[in-house]
């Protein structure tokens, strides 16, 4: 489902002049400190083709301080991946230098999934 159609919540007309479409502006203002963050570092196959990524979720706060932290995880990792839906992905098993980067950075992280 697009963007646009979730901004309406099923609504196709309205005969009220003064209506108004109510939007549930779910994205944060602000972004949480490192240090109040939560996060955790995983190792992920699923829905993949058997390729494994590192997954970095509890991301709170702006998708533009999400995607400069995953540039960042990305490139003292040398790899590629994407940073969306308060989710890092990291492609190959990079979980011990990310684990070790974050904890850098002063973020609260743990080891998730095994």
Sequence with gaps: MS???KDFQ???YSTNPDFRYLSDDSEITETIEPNMQDLRVQ???KQRAGKA???VTGFIGKQSDLELLGKKLKQKCGVGGSAKDGQIIIQ???REKIYNLLLLE???VKKSGG
Aim: aromatic content about 12%; glycine content about 16%.
């Design 92 to 94: 190959g098993d990079f």
């Design 106 to 108: 002063g973020y609260k």
């Design 3 to 5: 963007k646009k159609n």
């Design 43 to 45: 190792l992920d196959r």
């Design 10 to 12: 099923g609504i196709v």
């Design 53 to 55: 990524v590192t997954l």
